[in-house]
């Protein structure tokens, strides 16, 4: 009994509970609740531009540095004209003229003679001041006057040869300032030349700053048979062959690519008596041509003179030019600016 009423008592509680209030509100049995749903923001997704593509950058120029000149080689065709080059078939000139910068006007000194004109191509003078107007070879009248190419290249170390087909070129520069001078013969008669040959090739292979190699031939046999005979071209095709030998060593010892070479004469010649010695365009009227390191190819536009040798190598070399020479550099072959103000020539001669 007590049991069911206190089972009773529990249920009345609980039925009280159910409708009892709810803060104060009675929530009406037929009131549906509301079930409130929280709205969640849609995020807006910009897409994002992908990056853009890397640029290849455009390749660089680089411009090799221009090869150094190391040694310069002078080779002299004695009485050599212009129009004897082609004439003559001498091959090896006439490649060093297609590959280098030339001119067939270039002119030489008065009085136009092997010992004069080679003493103002080492000097860079005009006769007037190297007094060399003799042409034999007279030990006692000493040497030119003047600093010449041979004194400056010695002067700062590096090897100076001259090997010449006449003696009396021994009169150009004092015998200190060459490390080497050979000579075929103390006359102009004809010799055989493997003996100047040899001489050139040993030579290089030694290693030089600076040579002169001098051929004779032509003039000699110039004198005998005349100017532009077949006897004349056919020495200078003989000489040309010897200097193809001498380009080979060169190449052959690793000596070409940088050895600046210049190809000149001394004097031209004529079917006159004397054939050359005198102002006439034929004996005054030269080659003038340079090729190798540095050399911008193509017809020199500039009047060149033989005295341009000399101060054209110490360009080269990076030596001081003189400022009493009557030449200058020939910069037009190198690719630069002429000074239009420097005076050159020597009185008698004509561009």
């Known amino acids: 009994m007590n049991r069911r009423l206190w089972l009773t008592s529990l249920l009345a509680i609980f ?22 749903v929280p709205t969640i923001p849609i995020a807006t997704l910009t897409p994002t531009p992908p990056p853009p593509a890397p640029q290849t950058p455009e390749p660089t120029q680089i411009s090799a540095p ?3 000149i190391s040694r310069v080689l002078i080779v002299t065709f004695d009485g050599l004209r212009p129009d004897a080059i082609q004439a003559a078939e001498m091959t090896n000139v006439l490649s ?4 280098g910068a030339y001119t067939l006007t ?12 080679h003493t103002s191509l080492v000097t860079g003078t005009c006769p007037a001041k190297h007094i060399v107007r003799w042409n034999e070879y007279v030990p006692d009248n000493g040497y030119a ?13 590096l090897r100076t040869v001259l090997i010449t087909g006449k003696e009396k070129l021994r009169h150009v ?8 001078f050979g000579f075929v013969d103390n006359t102009d008669e004809e010799k055989d030349i493997a003996t100047l040959d040899n001489i050139v090739v040993e030579q290089i292979r030694e290693g030089f700053g600076l040579m ?24 200078y095709r003989k000489n040309d062959r010897s200097f193809g030998t001498f380009l080979n060593v060169l190449k052959d010892s690793g000596l070409y690519e940088g ?11 004529a079917l006159t008596d004397p054939p050359h010695g005198t102002n006439i365009p034929e004996a005054m009227t030269i080659p003038w041509i340079i090729s190798g390191p540095q050399v911008v190819p193509g017809v020199l536009q500039t009047p060149v003179y033989i005295m341009d040798t000399a101060a054209t190598v110490a360009f080269a070399l990076g030596l001081p030019i003189q400022p009493n020479w009557d030449g200058a550099p020939v910069y037009e072959a190198f690719g630069l600016p002429v000074d239009p103000l420097q005076q050159r020539g020597c009185a008698g001669t004509t561009p």
């Not at 060093?96 to 590959?99: C, P, R």
């Open 66 to 68: 221009p090869q150094p």
């Open 15 to 36: 039925l009280h509970a159910c409708f009892s209030p709810l803060n104060g509100t009675s929530l009406p049995a037929s009131t549906p609740t509301e079930t409130v």
């Open 96 to 99: 060093l003229m297609q590959n």
């Open 173 to 180: 520069t004092e015998s200190g300032s060459t490390d080497f």
């Open 106 to 117: 270039a002119q030489t000194i008065m009085p136009s003679t092997t010992l004069p004109a």
């Open 212 to 235: 002169l190699v001098h051929f004779p031939d032509g003039d000699v046999v110039g004198h005998e048979y005349g100017w532009m005979s077949k006897q004349q071209l056919s020495a």
């Open 145 to 157: 006057l003047g600093t010449d190419i041979f004194d400056l290249t010695h002067a700062v170390g």
């Open 259 to 269: 050895t600046l070479i210049i190809i000149t004469a001394d004097h031209g010649g």
